[in-house]
């Protein structure tokens, strides 16, 4: 693929942000998003959701019992992480929501596929293989895990229904976002300008390096796609994982006021949020991060 690039650049790593926090809140909430804290637990919430009557949240690794590293909020990992840790993390990250909700999360796998959740036996049940949930439940927060790739929240405001999708390069590349907002309006009768989206912490194009192998995968999927690249070295660039899920919002009719893009990159803010890109390197392990929507 001939991308058109800009002046070759390196991306960065573990880079701090030079804002103070007065300034960077004041960021996050040009941009939509504000702060909530309950008990050392920190999340980021997207005001137009919750304005609209949408429970919702992107979790950080503030406020909990695991040791990634110490005192780290980790809500999944079952292979790097004791059930009795992610469990205390979990009761801990909900009690930050008001409300009596259930988590329903599924098996990720970088499919596109989605999965409606119907009842509450579904909502219990996680052990199925999909990238994305779909609901118009109460007292459901459906979820998607996280660490480095895209979590996409959206909230129809008309039909009450919702999703929570996970979006890394595969699930981006096979146009997960836009799946889901099928689903949607097959199930529930969707309109896309009745759609509240929230595109929460990830790898930035800043950060987030990729090789041949990846950039050929969206130019097969792609009419066009330069716009989502910068060079870096020969066959790799930064991609910009965000915007490429913006613009599929934008393609099937979501109004662009409607969408909310939070300015954190998971790779800079590992104060913040966990980064399987950084953190596997230094520890081996690393944590997951948990991205929720339901009806308040």
Request: hydrophobic share 40%.
């Amino acid at each position: 693929m001939s991308i058109p690039m800009e002046t070759i650049i390196s991306p960065k790593s573990q880079v701090s942000s030079p804002k103070s926090e007065d300034q960077f809140d004041e960021t996050l909430a040009d941009s939509g998003f504000y702060w909530r804290e309950k008990n050392g637990v920190k999340i980021l919430v997207c005001r137009s959701l919750e304005d609209a009557g949408f429970a919702n949240g992107f979790s950080t690794r503030l406020g909990g019992v695991s040791s990634f590293p110490e005192n780290s909020l980790n809500l999944a990992g079952y292979d790097e992480d004791s059930a009795e840790n992610i469990s205390e993390n979990r009761r801990r990250f909900l009690e930050v929501f008001s409300g009596d909700f259930q988590i329903a999360s599924c098996w990720q796998t970088h499919s596109a596929d989605v999965r409606i959740v119907r009842n509450f036996e579904d909502a219990q049940d996680g052990n199925h293989k999909f990238d994305a949930l779909v609901s118009d439940l109460k007292n459901v927060l459906v979820g998607v895990k996280t660490a480095d790739c895209v979590p996409v929240l959206l909230g129809d405001a008309k039909t009450k229904s919702f999703a929570a999708i996970h979006a890394g390069w595969r699930g981006t590349v096979n146009s997960i976002v836009v799946k889901a907002t099928e689903i949607m309006r097959e199930n529930y009768g969707t309109d896309a300008k009745d759609l509240i989206c929230a595109i929460g912490p990830a790898a930035s194009c800043e950060n987030y390096e990729i090789g041949q192998d990846v950039i050929d995968a969206f130019e097969k999927n792609f009419s066009a796609c330069g716009n989502l690249f910068r060079k870096t070295r020969d066959g790799h660039a930064l991609v910009d994982l965000h915007l490429a899920n913006k613009e599929q919002l934008l393609s099937v009719g979501v109004l662009r006021e409607n969408i909310f893009t939070a300015p954190l990159c998971t790779i800079e803010r590992t104060d913040l949020f966990f980064s399987y890109r950084v953190e596997k390197k230094l520890y081996g392990k690393t944590g997951r991060l948990l991205s929720v929507i339901g009806l308040k």
